[in-house]
């Protein structure tokens, strides 16, 4: 999917809400633990009921790596769903790879060419050589860890080297790689007063922005200092949406929670002239 594609689908749905697809068998609706495959049924219900009101969804693969080789199925199941009957939106593996090139290369195989995902997050630390391998498949994106959303994110992240805060080199140096459009970066939503300076290294660039909802982040201060000319923004909710209910109604529960978020969206997208 080309950057092109999902501003046109943003604009349609007046929504740039994506739904994080983290199955916990634990926290899954009980009756649905009666299924062949929990996992593939739990996402199938909450993407049928909430299609219509995000512009991509984004399973973390550790919640299917950790069931074996039955949640590598059900993701494949999920994608392989999504491909076919809503190939307008944009599909994440939240897998955070990067490693050196050969095996990059091969991550990026995994995701781009066996499961047809349309981009990957990957982890920046290991450098060029680590990243340009997913950079080189055409149409897909690469979502590189800039400035995340956990407490965590202060021990590395936000700290001065050379006069320059390490996110902002990550940025700057990230623009110098091959097919760097491609790139798309993952800036979480508890950093809401990072975004203006993030905005003056990318003024352009999709963000993906985890954070809002169970973690706190605010909808508001994100798009007041992230929102970019092309709208240049994917926000996520994943338990906020998903775990709205544990009942029979689980799916409807989630869609009106996704609802309450796309007009939260669609309030500000209008406001900006989009």
Not at 62 to 76: D, I, M, R, T, V
Not at 129 to 156: C, M, Q, R
Request: with cysteine.
């Amino acid at each position: 999917m080309t950057t092109d594609q999902l501003i046109i689908q943003i604009k349609r749905k007046q929504s740039f809400l994506c739904i994080g697809l983290d199955v916990d068998l634990n926290k899954i609706p009980q009756h649905l633990l009666k299924e062949e495959d929990p996992i593939f049924a739990f996402n199938k219900a909450i993407i049928d009921a909430t299609h219509d009101l995000c512009v991509a969804y984004k399973p973390n693969t550790a919640f299917y790596e950790a069931y074996g080789l039955k949640g590598w199925k059900a993701l494949e199941k999920t994608i392989k769903y999504l491909n076919e009957k809503h190939p307008e939106i944009f599909t994440i593996a939240d897998a955070k790879r990067g490693d050196i090139g050969n095996t990059s290369t091969m991550y990026a195989k995994a995701f781009f060419e066996d499961l047809s995902f349309d981009s990957v997050t990957v982890a920046p630390y290991m450098g060029k050589d680590s990243v340009e391998p997913f950079l080189a498949f055409e149409d897909k994106h690469t979502i590189l860890l800039t400035l995340t959303s956990n407490e965590g994110a202060y021990d590395f992240q936000t700290k001065t080297v050379d006069g320059k805060e390490l996110y902002k080199q990550v940025l700057e140096v990230s623009k110098t790689y091959n097919n760097s459009q491609n790139l798309m970066y993952v800036v979480g939503a508890t950093k809401a007063e990072y975004f203006e300076d993030i905005r003056k290294i990318i003024p352009e660039s999709f963000i993906l922005v985890p954070g809002v909802g169970a973690q706190g982040g605010n909808l508001q201060d994100v798009c007041k200092y992230g929102m970019s000319d092309n709208i240049g923004l994917l926000v996520n909710s994943s338990r906020g949406i998903i775990y709205a209910s544990q009942e029979q109604n689980f799916a409807e529960v989630a869609a009106i929670s996704a609802l309450k978020l796309q007009k939260e969206m669609q309030v500000i997208l209008r406001e900006r002239g989009f």
